[in-house]
Protein backbone atom coordinates (compact mmCIF):
# COMPACT_ATOMS: atom_id res chain seq x y z
CA UNK A 1 0.00 0.00 0.00
CA UNK A 2 0.97 3.16 -0.80
CA UNK A 3 1.80 5.70 2.21
CA UNK A 4 -0.50 8.11 2.85
CA UNK A 5 2.01 10.80 2.30
CA UNK A 6 3.94 8.91 -0.54
CA UNK A 7 3.15 11.36 -3.60
CA UNK A 8 3.60 8.52 -6.26
CA UNK A 9 0.70 7.41 -8.21
CA UNK A 10 0.32 3.88 -9.28
CA UNK A 11 1.18 5.03 -12.63
CA UNK A 12 0.63 8.61 -14.08
CA UNK A 13 1.32 8.60 -18.14
CA UNK A 14 0.87 12.18 -18.27
CA UNK A 15 4.14 12.36 -15.71
CA UNK A 16 5.97 10.60 -18.39
CA UNK A 17 5.16 12.92 -21.22
CA UNK A 18 6.52 16.18 -19.24
CA UNK A 19 9.46 13.97 -18.31
CA UNK A 20 9.92 13.52 -21.75
CA UNK A 21 9.08 17.34 -22.63
CA UNK A 22 11.77 18.89 -20.24
CA UNK A 23 14.26 16.52 -21.20
CA UNK A 24 13.99 17.31 -25.00
CA UNK A 25 13.82 21.07 -24.04
CA UNK A 26 10.29 20.95 -25.40
CA UNK A 27 9.01 23.00 -22.54
CA UNK A 28 11.18 25.19 -20.13
CA UNK A 29 8.74 25.44 -16.96
CA UNK A 30 5.77 22.87 -16.27
CA UNK A 31 2.57 25.26 -15.90
CA UNK A 32 -0.80 23.41 -15.55
CA UNK A 33 -4.67 24.75 -14.34
CA UNK A 34 -7.36 23.61 -12.45
CA UNK A 35 -10.22 24.80 -14.52
CA UNK A 36 -13.66 24.51 -12.50
CA UNK A 37 -16.58 26.23 -13.66
CA UNK A 38 -18.26 28.19 -10.73
CA UNK A 39 -21.61 26.24 -11.17
CA UNK A 40 -21.69 23.69 -8.51
CA UNK A 41 -19.83 22.75 -5.52
CA UNK A 42 -15.97 20.02 -6.58
CA UNK A 43 -16.48 16.51 -6.15
CA UNK A 44 -14.50 13.73 -5.70
CA UNK A 45 -13.71 13.27 -9.21
CA UNK A 46 -12.49 16.56 -9.06
CA UNK A 47 -9.85 16.06 -6.22
CA UNK A 48 -8.59 13.68 -8.71
CA UNK A 49 -7.54 16.37 -10.97
CA UNK A 50 -6.70 18.49 -8.11
CA UNK A 51 -4.28 16.38 -7.21
CA UNK A 52 -2.70 15.44 -10.28
CA UNK A 53 -1.98 19.13 -11.61
CA UNK A 54 -0.87 20.87 -8.58
CA UNK A 55 1.59 17.91 -7.67
CA UNK A 56 2.40 17.31 -10.82
CA UNK A 57 3.91 21.33 -11.07
CA UNK A 58 5.11 20.64 -7.87
CA UNK A 59 7.44 17.75 -8.30
CA UNK A 60 8.58 19.44 -11.15
CA UNK A 61 9.11 23.20 -9.50
CA UNK A 62 6.34 24.57 -11.93
CA UNK A 63 3.29 26.28 -11.47
CA UNK A 64 -0.57 25.31 -11.12
CA UNK A 65 -3.11 28.38 -11.69
CA UNK A 66 -6.37 28.23 -9.97
CA UNK A 67 -8.77 29.49 -13.08
CA UNK A 68 -13.13 29.70 -13.29
CA UNK A 69 -13.87 29.38 -16.91
CA UNK A 70 -16.98 31.22 -15.74
CA UNK A 71 -18.43 31.95 -19.60
CA UNK A 72 -22.18 30.93 -18.17
CA UNK A 73 -23.24 33.72 -16.39
CA UNK A 74 -26.71 31.90 -16.62
CA UNK A 75 -25.23 29.11 -14.25
CA UNK A 76 -22.75 30.70 -12.09
CA UNK A 77 -22.20 32.71 -8.45
CA UNK A 78 -20.42 33.62 -6.54
CA UNK A 79 -21.05 31.08 -3.81
CA UNK A 80 -19.35 28.41 -6.19
CA UNK A 81 -16.42 30.18 -7.15
CA UNK A 82 -15.52 30.81 -3.24
CA UNK A 83 -16.29 26.96 -2.11
CA UNK A 84 -14.48 25.90 -4.81
CA UNK A 85 -11.22 28.19 -3.42
CA UNK A 86 -12.10 26.77 0.24
CA UNK A 87 -12.42 23.39 -1.34
CA UNK A 88 -8.75 23.83 -2.86
CA UNK A 89 -7.04 24.70 -0.02
CA UNK A 90 -8.41 22.43 2.39
CA UNK A 91 -7.09 20.07 0.28
CA UNK A 92 -3.47 21.55 0.89
CA UNK A 93 -2.87 23.36 -2.45
CA UNK A 94 -1.99 27.01 -2.91
CA UNK A 95 -2.69 28.16 -6.81
CA UNK A 96 0.18 30.19 -8.21
CA UNK A 97 -2.36 32.46 -9.88
CA UNK A 98 -6.18 33.34 -9.41
CA UNK A 99 -8.20 34.24 -13.11
CA UNK A 100 -11.65 33.90 -14.37
CA UNK A 101 -12.16 33.40 -18.23
CA UNK A 102 -14.09 36.34 -17.74
CA UNK A 103 -10.46 38.53 -17.08
CA UNK A 104 -9.40 37.61 -20.72
CA UNK A 105 -12.56 38.45 -22.67
CA UNK A 106 -11.87 41.50 -24.44
CA UNK A 107 -9.16 39.32 -25.71
CA UNK A 108 -11.35 36.81 -26.64
CA UNK A 109 -14.00 39.24 -28.72
CA UNK A 110 -10.64 40.55 -30.24
CA UNK A 111 -9.64 37.27 -31.20
CA UNK A 112 -13.09 36.28 -32.88
CA UNK A 113 -12.71 39.44 -34.48
CA UNK A 114 -9.88 38.23 -36.22
CA UNK A 115 -11.40 35.11 -37.12
CA UNK A 116 -13.89 37.09 -38.85
CA UNK A 117 -11.50 39.30 -40.57
CA UNK A 118 -9.15 35.65 -42.01
CA UNK A 119 -12.70 34.28 -43.27
CA UNK A 120 -12.99 31.84 -40.54
CA UNK A 121 -16.12 32.94 -38.84
CA UNK A 122 -19.49 34.32 -39.62
CA UNK A 123 -22.73 35.01 -38.03
CA UNK A 124 -25.61 32.60 -38.45
CA UNK A 125 -29.24 33.48 -37.73
CA UNK A 126 -30.66 29.88 -37.67
CA UNK A 127 -32.33 28.76 -34.65
CA UNK A 128 -30.44 26.09 -32.29
CA UNK A 129 -32.57 23.69 -33.52
CA UNK A 130 -31.97 24.40 -36.83
CA UNK A 131 -28.29 24.41 -36.36
CA UNK A 132 -28.44 21.01 -34.34
CA UNK A 133 -30.42 19.45 -37.08
CA UNK A 134 -28.06 20.55 -39.71
CA UNK A 135 -25.01 19.68 -38.33
CA UNK A 136 -25.42 15.69 -39.80
CA UNK A 137 -24.72 12.51 -37.83
CA UNK A 138 -21.42 10.42 -37.47
CA UNK A 139 -22.15 8.62 -40.51
CA UNK A 140 -23.72 11.99 -42.45
CA UNK A 141 -21.90 15.50 -43.43
CA UNK A 142 -23.81 18.28 -42.19
CA UNK A 143 -25.05 21.02 -43.95
CA UNK A 144 -23.86 24.23 -44.33
CA UNK A 145 -26.20 27.32 -42.78
CA UNK A 146 -27.14 29.64 -45.55
CA UNK A 147 -25.30 32.40 -43.76
CA UNK A 148 -22.04 30.73 -44.34
CA UNK A 149 -20.67 32.74 -46.87
CA UNK A 150 -21.25 36.55 -45.32
CA UNK A 151 -18.83 38.87 -46.27
CA UNK A 152 -16.27 39.96 -43.82
CA UNK A 153 -18.01 43.21 -43.23
CA UNK A 154 -21.09 41.49 -43.20
CA UNK A 155 -20.23 39.55 -40.54
CA UNK A 156 -18.41 42.21 -38.88
CA UNK A 157 -21.02 44.48 -38.37
CA UNK A 158 -23.36 42.04 -37.10
CA UNK A 159 -21.11 40.86 -34.84
CA UNK A 160 -20.41 44.39 -33.01
CA UNK A 161 -24.20 44.91 -32.76
CA UNK A 162 -24.53 41.61 -31.13
CA UNK A 163 -21.81 42.95 -28.76
CA UNK A 164 -23.85 46.67 -28.35
CA UNK A 165 -27.00 44.28 -27.29
CA UNK A 166 -28.71 44.64 -30.60
CA UNK A 167 -30.34 41.43 -30.61
CA UNK A 168 -32.10 39.27 -28.40
CA UNK A 169 -30.99 36.20 -27.20
CA UNK A 170 -30.89 32.74 -29.36
CA UNK A 171 -31.42 35.52 -32.60
CA UNK A 172 -27.58 35.40 -33.70
CA UNK A 173 -24.90 33.25 -32.80
CA UNK A 174 -20.77 33.57 -34.23
CA UNK A 175 -19.63 30.05 -35.78
CA UNK A 176 -16.25 29.01 -36.52
CA UNK A 177 -16.13 28.57 -39.66
CA UNK A 178 -14.07 24.96 -40.47
CA UNK A 179 -15.82 21.92 -42.15
CA UNK A 180 -19.07 20.85 -42.38
CA UNK A 181 -18.41 17.52 -44.10
CA UNK A 182 -15.47 16.84 -41.05
CA UNK A 183 -15.84 13.66 -39.82
CA UNK A 184 -15.27 14.95 -36.41
CA UNK A 185 -18.70 16.43 -35.39
CA UNK A 186 -17.03 18.77 -33.02
CA UNK A 187 -15.43 20.86 -36.40
CA UNK A 188 -18.78 21.15 -38.30
CA UNK A 189 -18.81 25.37 -37.64
CA UNK A 190 -19.05 24.92 -33.74
CA UNK A 191 -20.62 28.19 -32.04
CA UNK A 192 -18.26 30.16 -30.39
CA UNK A 193 -20.05 32.90 -29.33
CA UNK A 194 -23.71 33.28 -28.35
CA UNK A 195 -26.58 36.51 -27.09
CA UNK A 196 -26.87 36.42 -24.04
CA UNK A 197 -28.39 38.86 -21.32
CA UNK A 198 -27.72 37.77 -18.59
CA UNK A 199 -25.56 39.46 -15.27
CA UNK A 200 -22.02 38.10 -14.69
CA UNK A 201 -20.60 37.79 -11.11
CA UNK A 202 -17.59 39.26 -11.94
CA UNK A 203 -17.84 41.55 -14.97
CA UNK A 204 -21.60 42.44 -14.14
CA UNK A 205 -23.55 43.64 -17.25
CA UNK A 206 -20.73 44.92 -19.60
CA UNK A 207 -21.28 41.94 -21.55
CA UNK A 208 -24.36 40.47 -23.66
CA UNK A 209 -22.26 38.35 -25.37
CA UNK A 210 -20.52 35.39 -24.51
CA UNK A 211 -17.78 32.80 -25.48
CA UNK A 212 -18.73 29.34 -25.83
CA UNK A 213 -16.51 27.07 -23.17
CA UNK A 214 -14.83 25.38 -26.29
CA UNK A 215 -13.82 28.71 -27.85
CA UNK A 216 -12.74 30.06 -24.53
CA UNK A 217 -10.63 27.70 -22.78
CA UNK A 218 -7.76 26.95 -25.59
CA UNK A 219 -7.52 30.92 -25.05
CA UNK A 220 -7.36 30.89 -21.66
CA UNK A 221 -4.71 27.92 -21.63
CA UNK A 222 -2.78 30.35 -24.02
CA UNK A 223 -2.66 33.20 -22.74
CA UNK A 224 -1.81 32.09 -18.90
CA UNK A 225 1.21 29.88 -20.66
CA UNK A 226 -0.21 25.98 -19.88
CA UNK A 227 2.40 23.73 -21.20
CA UNK A 228 0.49 20.79 -20.52
CA UNK A 229 -3.86 22.04 -20.23
CA UNK A 230 -4.91 17.93 -18.99
CA UNK A 231 -8.29 17.20 -19.02
CA UNK A 232 -10.63 14.19 -18.93
CA UNK A 233 -11.46 11.89 -22.11
CA UNK A 234 -14.66 13.26 -22.87
CA UNK A 235 -12.70 16.54 -24.43
CA UNK A 236 -10.89 14.35 -26.64
CA UNK A 237 -13.06 14.76 -29.76
CA UNK A 238 -12.79 18.54 -29.19
CA UNK A 239 -9.02 18.62 -28.80
CA UNK A 240 -8.71 19.07 -32.86
CA UNK A 241 -11.15 22.18 -32.54
CA UNK A 242 -8.60 23.13 -29.42
CA UNK A 243 -5.13 23.08 -31.62
CA UNK A 244 -7.72 24.98 -34.09
CA UNK A 245 -8.55 27.84 -31.81
CA UNK A 246 -4.84 28.16 -30.36
CA UNK A 247 -3.40 28.02 -34.00
CA UNK A 248 -6.00 30.23 -36.25
CA UNK A 249 -6.09 32.55 -33.40
CA UNK A 250 -2.36 33.07 -33.74
CA UNK A 251 -1.95 32.71 -30.19
CA UNK A 252 1.63 33.23 -28.73
CA UNK A 253 1.92 30.09 -26.57
CA UNK A 254 1.17 26.74 -27.77
CA UNK A 255 -0.46 24.56 -25.24
CA UNK A 256 -1.29 20.88 -25.48
CA UNK A 257 -4.13 19.14 -24.07
CA UNK A 258 -3.93 15.79 -22.74
CA UNK A 259 -7.28 13.73 -21.66
CA UNK A 260 -7.03 10.81 -19.11
CA UNK A 261 -9.89 8.92 -17.59
CA UNK A 262 -12.19 10.67 -14.86
CA UNK A 263 -12.66 8.71 -11.86
CA UNK A 264 -15.89 6.76 -11.56
CA UNK A 265 -17.02 5.55 -8.11
CA UNK A 266 -19.38 2.60 -7.21
CA UNK A 267 -22.50 3.44 -6.03
CA UNK A 268 -21.45 7.41 -6.25
CA UNK A 269 -23.33 9.99 -8.21
CA UNK A 270 -20.58 11.97 -10.29
CA UNK A 271 -22.23 14.03 -12.12
CA UNK A 272 -22.54 17.90 -10.99
CA UNK A 273 -26.01 18.41 -12.93
CA UNK A 274 -27.63 15.17 -10.34
CA UNK A 275 -26.39 16.64 -7.33
CA UNK A 276 -27.74 20.31 -8.17
CA UNK A 277 -30.85 18.38 -8.75
CA UNK A 278 -30.44 16.91 -5.47
CA UNK A 279 -29.60 20.26 -3.60
CA UNK A 280 -32.58 22.02 -5.75
CA UNK A 281 -35.16 19.10 -4.68
CA UNK A 282 -33.68 19.14 -1.43
CA UNK A 283 -33.42 15.54 -1.30
CA UNK A 284 -30.09 16.32 0.76
CA UNK A 285 -29.81 19.35 3.64
CA UNK A 286 -27.74 21.47 0.74
CA UNK A 287 -24.07 20.81 -0.71
CA UNK A 288 -22.47 19.76 2.04
CA UNK A 289 -25.11 17.19 3.03
CA UNK A 290 -22.23 14.11 4.25
CA UNK A 291 -24.65 11.94 2.09
CA UNK A 292 -22.83 14.39 -1.33
CA UNK A 293 -19.39 13.30 -3.16
CA UNK A 294 -18.64 16.80 -2.51
CA UNK A 295 -15.31 17.75 -1.12
CA UNK A 296 -17.04 19.87 1.15
CA UNK A 297 -20.02 17.25 1.60
CA UNK A 298 -17.05 14.53 2.68
CA UNK A 299 -15.02 17.02 5.01
CA UNK A 300 -18.03 17.79 7.14
CA UNK A 301 -18.72 13.59 6.91
CA UNK A 302 -14.90 13.38 8.53
CA UNK A 303 -12.91 12.97 5.54
CA UNK A 304 -9.62 14.34 6.15
CA UNK A 305 -7.31 15.95 3.03
CA UNK A 306 -4.81 13.62 3.81
CA UNK A 307 -7.22 10.55 3.23
CA UNK A 308 -8.39 12.53 0.26
CA UNK A 309 -4.68 12.83 -1.70
CA UNK A 310 -3.96 9.52 -0.69
CA UNK A 311 -6.78 8.09 -2.68
CA UNK A 312 -6.20 10.07 -5.40
CA UNK A 313 -2.50 9.25 -5.88
CA UNK A 314 -3.12 5.35 -5.71
CA UNK A 315 -5.84 5.17 -8.02
CA UNK A 316 -3.11 6.72 -10.70
CA UNK A 317 -3.68 8.68 -13.89
CA UNK A 318 -4.62 6.54 -16.43
CA UNK A 319 -5.88 6.51 -20.15
CA UNK A 320 -8.66 3.63 -19.80
CA UNK A 321 -11.95 3.82 -18.58
CA UNK A 322 -12.41 2.30 -15.32
CA UNK A 323 -15.03 1.87 -12.02
CA UNK A 324 -13.28 2.69 -8.82
CA UNK A 325 -14.61 0.24 -6.10
CA UNK A 326 -15.86 3.10 -3.07
CA UNK A 327 -14.51 0.98 -0.58
CA UNK A 328 -11.01 1.87 -1.83
CA UNK A 329 -11.49 5.84 -0.76
CA UNK A 330 -13.16 4.53 3.19
CA UNK A 331 -9.88 2.19 3.48
CA UNK A 332 -7.69 5.25 2.99
CA UNK A 333 -9.87 7.60 5.88
CA UNK A 334 -9.32 4.40 8.29
CA UNK A 335 -5.76 3.78 7.36
CA UNK A 336 -5.62 7.62 7.99
CA UNK A 337 -7.36 7.90 11.66
CA UNK A 338 -6.40 4.77 12.64
CA UNK A 339 -3.37 6.36 14.67
CA UNK A 340 -4.95 9.74 15.11
CA UNK A 341 -8.49 9.13 16.19
CA UNK A 342 -9.51 8.92 20.06
CA UNK A 343 -11.01 5.84 20.88
CA UNK A 344 -14.20 6.22 23.04
CA UNK A 345 -17.60 4.44 23.81
CA UNK A 346 -20.93 5.38 22.99
CA UNK A 347 -24.29 3.71 23.08
CA UNK A 348 -26.11 4.37 20.10
CA UNK A 349 -29.31 2.15 21.64
CA UNK A 350 -29.61 2.39 25.25
CA UNK A 351 -30.85 -0.14 27.66
CA UNK A 352 -30.23 0.65 31.35
CA UNK A 353 -28.27 -1.54 33.68
CA UNK A 354 -28.50 -0.94 37.35
CA UNK A 355 -25.42 -2.96 39.03
CA UNK A 356 -27.83 -3.90 42.37
CA UNK A 357 -24.34 -4.55 44.51
CA UNK A 358 -22.56 -1.49 43.67
CA UNK A 359 -22.64 0.73 46.47
CA UNK A 360 -24.98 3.55 45.75
CA UNK A 361 -24.23 7.23 45.63
CA UNK A 362 -20.75 6.19 44.58
CA UNK A 363 -18.78 6.98 41.33
CA UNK A 364 -15.38 5.85 40.47
CA UNK A 365 -13.15 7.30 37.51
CA UNK A 366 -11.58 4.34 35.52
CA UNK A 367 -8.67 4.78 33.51
CA UNK A 368 -8.42 3.99 29.89
CA UNK A 369 -6.49 4.38 26.62
CA UNK A 370 -6.87 6.76 24.20
CA UNK A 371 -5.78 5.14 21.74
CA UNK A 372 -3.96 1.38 21.89
CA UNK A 373 -2.42 1.45 18.48
CA UNK A 374 -0.75 4.46 19.95
CA UNK A 375 0.43 4.69 23.53
CA UNK A 376 1.40 8.35 22.48
CA UNK A 377 -1.98 9.65 22.92
CA UNK A 378 -2.19 8.53 26.61
CA UNK A 379 -5.58 8.06 29.12
CA UNK A 380 -7.80 9.48 30.33
CA UNK A 381 -10.73 8.88 33.30
CA UNK A 382 -14.00 7.80 32.99
CA UNK A 383 -17.12 7.73 35.60
CA UNK A 384 -18.58 4.48 36.76
CA UNK A 385 -21.91 3.88 38.55
CA UNK A 386 -24.13 1.95 39.71
CA UNK A 387 -26.60 2.61 36.23
CA UNK A 388 -24.77 2.38 32.63
CA UNK A 389 -25.78 1.81 29.55
CA UNK A 390 -25.42 -0.74 27.43
CA UNK A 391 -26.31 -1.08 23.49
CA UNK A 392 -29.95 -2.80 23.59
CA UNK A 393 -28.37 -5.43 20.78
CA UNK A 394 -25.73 -6.81 23.64
CA UNK A 395 -28.58 -8.24 25.44
CA UNK A 396 -30.96 -11.36 24.63
CA UNK A 397 -33.14 -13.08 26.50
CA UNK A 398 -32.92 -16.58 24.50
CA UNK A 399 -29.45 -16.11 23.13
CA UNK A 400 -28.46 -18.65 20.12
CA UNK A 401 -26.03 -20.87 20.68
CA UNK A 402 -22.06 -19.37 20.91
CA UNK A 403 -24.01 -15.93 21.96
CA UNK A 404 -20.99 -14.54 23.92
CA UNK A 405 -22.87 -10.95 25.01
CA UNK A 406 -25.38 -10.37 28.21
CA UNK A 407 -28.26 -13.06 28.36
CA UNK A 408 -29.72 -14.68 32.17
CA UNK A 409 -27.59 -15.91 33.77
CA UNK A 410 -24.37 -14.75 31.95
CA UNK A 411 -21.64 -13.01 32.97
CA UNK A 412 -19.77 -10.74 30.49
CA UNK A 413 -16.76 -7.68 30.92
CA UNK A 414 -17.47 -4.15 30.95
CA UNK A 415 -14.66 -2.42 29.11
CA UNK A 416 -12.09 -1.10 31.11
CA UNK A 417 -13.99 -2.03 34.11
CA UNK A 418 -15.72 -5.07 35.27
CA UNK A 419 -17.19 -8.49 34.91
CA UNK A 420 -21.42 -8.19 35.59
CA UNK A 421 -23.63 -10.83 35.38
CA UNK A 422 -27.38 -10.86 34.31
CA UNK A 423 -29.89 -11.73 37.10
CA UNK A 424 -33.25 -10.35 36.41
CA UNK A 425 -34.68 -8.72 33.36
CA UNK A 426 -37.55 -6.06 33.88
CA UNK A 427 -40.12 -5.44 30.69
CA UNK A 428 -42.31 -2.90 30.72
CA UNK A 429 -46.14 -2.78 30.34
CA UNK A 430 -45.59 -4.06 26.44
CA UNK A 431 -43.28 -7.12 27.64
CA UNK A 432 -39.67 -5.20 26.12
CA UNK A 433 -37.00 -5.28 27.77
CA UNK A 434 -36.93 -1.91 29.63
CA UNK A 435 -33.92 -2.28 32.52
CA UNK A 436 -31.52 -5.16 33.46
CA UNK A 437 -30.48 -5.78 37.04
CA UNK A 438 -26.81 -7.21 37.62
CA UNK A 439 -24.46 -7.72 39.41
CA UNK A 440 -20.73 -7.18 39.28
CA UNK A 441 -17.25 -8.93 41.20
CA UNK A 442 -15.30 -5.93 42.30
CA UNK A 443 -12.16 -8.32 42.06
CA UNK A 444 -12.49 -8.11 38.27
CA UNK A 445 -11.63 -4.24 37.30
CA UNK A 446 -9.50 -4.04 34.42
CA UNK A 447 -5.90 -2.78 34.88
CA UNK A 448 -6.02 -4.23 38.94
CA UNK A 449 -4.10 -6.97 38.02
CA UNK A 450 -6.80 -9.42 38.12
CA UNK A 451 -5.73 -12.89 36.53
CA UNK A 452 -8.83 -14.56 37.60
CA UNK A 453 -11.72 -16.52 35.79
CA UNK A 454 -12.15 -15.21 32.13
CA UNK A 455 -15.22 -14.64 30.03
CA UNK A 456 -16.10 -14.60 26.58
CA UNK A 457 -17.96 -11.19 26.08
CA UNK A 458 -16.92 -7.65 26.22
CA UNK A 459 -19.31 -5.02 26.19
CA UNK A 460 -18.92 -1.25 25.64
CA UNK A 461 -20.81 0.86 27.92
CA UNK A 462 -21.62 4.32 29.35
CA UNK A 463 -22.54 5.38 33.06
CA UNK A 464 -25.93 6.52 33.16
CA UNK A 465 -24.88 9.26 35.44
CA UNK A 466 -23.09 11.18 33.72
CA UNK A 467 -23.69 10.16 30.05
CA UNK A 468 -23.88 13.01 27.42
CA UNK A 469 -27.18 12.62 25.43
CA UNK A 470 -26.45 12.80 21.31
CA UNK A 471 -27.65 12.46 18.08
CA UNK A 472 -25.75 9.48 15.56
CA UNK A 473 -25.84 9.91 11.96
CA UNK A 474 -25.63 6.85 10.27
CA UNK A 475 -25.23 6.86 6.55
CA UNK A 476 -25.49 4.06 3.02
CA UNK A 477 -25.49 5.43 -0.36
CA UNK A 478 -27.76 8.01 -2.01
CA UNK A 479 -27.99 5.68 -5.08
CA UNK A 480 -28.02 1.57 -3.78
CA UNK A 481 -26.22 0.93 -7.66
CA UNK A 482 -24.03 1.93 -9.88
CA UNK A 483 -25.36 5.41 -11.16
CA UNK A 484 -24.94 4.84 -15.09
CA UNK A 485 -28.22 2.77 -14.80
CA UNK A 486 -30.69 5.64 -16.25
CA UNK A 487 -33.55 3.03 -16.72
CA UNK A 488 -35.07 4.80 -13.79
CA UNK A 489 -35.93 8.68 -13.06
CA UNK A 490 -32.43 8.98 -11.27
CA UNK A 491 -34.84 10.51 -8.27
CA UNK A 492 -36.89 7.40 -8.08
CA UNK A 493 -33.53 5.60 -7.46
CA UNK A 494 -32.55 7.16 -3.90
CA UNK A 495 -32.17 4.91 -1.01
CA UNK A 496 -34.25 5.88 1.51
CA UNK A 497 -31.97 4.37 3.71
CA UNK A 498 -29.00 6.64 2.90
CA UNK A 499 -29.03 8.65 6.91
CA UNK A 500 -30.94 6.98 9.79
CA UNK A 501 -30.48 9.03 12.79
CA UNK A 502 -30.33 7.59 16.20
CA UNK A 503 -29.89 8.85 19.50
CA UNK A 504 -27.99 7.76 22.39
CA UNK A 505 -25.50 8.54 24.84
CA UNK A 506 -21.57 9.38 24.98
CA UNK A 507 -18.73 9.81 27.48
CA UNK A 508 -19.04 13.34 29.40
CA UNK A 509 -15.20 13.91 27.87
CA UNK A 510 -17.49 14.10 24.71
CA UNK A 511 -18.96 17.18 25.87
CA UNK A 512 -15.93 18.94 25.38
CA UNK A 513 -15.61 17.75 21.67
CA UNK A 514 -15.70 20.45 18.65
CA UNK A 515 -17.09 20.21 15.23
CA UNK A 516 -14.55 18.56 13.27
CA UNK A 517 -13.24 16.63 16.01
CA UNK A 518 -12.69 12.89 15.05
CA UNK A 519 -13.08 9.57 17.47
CA UNK A 520 -13.61 6.18 16.86
CA UNK A 521 -16.49 4.62 18.83
CA UNK A 522 -16.08 1.25 19.87
CA UNK A 523 -17.76 -1.30 17.71
CA UNK A 524 -19.90 1.23 15.66
CA UNK A 525 -16.98 2.82 13.50
CA UNK A 526 -15.25 6.81 12.88
CA UNK A 527 -17.40 9.35 13.66
CA UNK A 528 -17.02 13.19 12.94
CA UNK A 529 -18.25 15.78 14.83
CA UNK A 530 -20.81 17.62 12.91
CA UNK A 531 -19.38 21.38 12.30
CA UNK A 532 -23.19 22.65 11.45
CA UNK A 533 -25.92 21.20 13.99
CA UNK A 534 -23.93 20.03 17.07
CA UNK A 535 -23.54 21.82 20.14
CA UNK A 536 -22.13 20.92 23.41
CA UNK A 537 -25.31 20.24 25.19
CA UNK A 538 -26.61 18.20 21.78
CA UNK A 539 -23.55 16.67 20.17
CA UNK A 540 -24.09 15.01 16.50
CA UNK A 541 -21.32 12.83 15.27
CA UNK A 542 -21.50 11.67 11.27
CA UNK A 543 -20.36 7.75 10.64
CA UNK A 544 -17.59 8.35 8.32
CA UNK A 545 -16.92 4.62 8.17
CA UNK A 546 -17.61 0.90 9.54
CA UNK A 547 -14.58 -0.46 11.42
CA UNK A 548 -13.56 -2.79 9.24
CA UNK A 549 -13.98 -3.63 5.50
CA UNK A 550 -13.01 -6.84 2.88
CA UNK A 551 -11.45 -4.40 0.91
CA UNK A 552 -7.08 -4.48 0.47
CA UNK A 553 -4.95 -2.28 -1.88
Excluded at 381 to 394: G, H, L, N, T, V
Excluded at 484 to 500: G, K, V
Aim: aromatic residues 10%; negative net charge; hydrophobic residues 35%.
Amino acid sequence: MVGLETKTPSSNFIKNIVIEDLEAGKVQEIVTRFPPEPNGYLHIGHAKSIVLNFELADEFKGRTNLRFDDTNPVKEDVEYVESIKQDVAWLGYQWDGLFFASDYFEQMYDRAVLLIRKGLAYVDDQTPDQIRESRGTLTSPGQESPYRNRTVDENLDLFTRMRNGEFADGEKVLRAKIDMASPNVNLRDPIIYRVLHAHHHNTGDKWCIYPMYTFAHPLEDAIEGVTHSICTLEFEDQRPFYDWVIRECEMPATPHQYEFARLNLTNTVMSKRKLKLLVDEKVVDGWDDPRMPTISGLRRKGYTPEAIRAFCREIGVARSYGIVDERMLEHFIREDLKLKALRTMAVLQPLKVVITNYPEGQTEWLDIENNAENPEMGHRKIPFSREIYIESDDFMETPPPKYFRLFPGNEVRLKGAYFIKCEEVIKDADGKVAELRCTYDPETRSGSGFTGRKVKGTLHWVDANHAVPAKFRLYEPLIAEDDEDDSQSFLERINPNSLQVQEGFVEPGMKEAAGGDKFQLFRHGYFNVDPKDSTPDAPVFNRIVSLKSSFEV
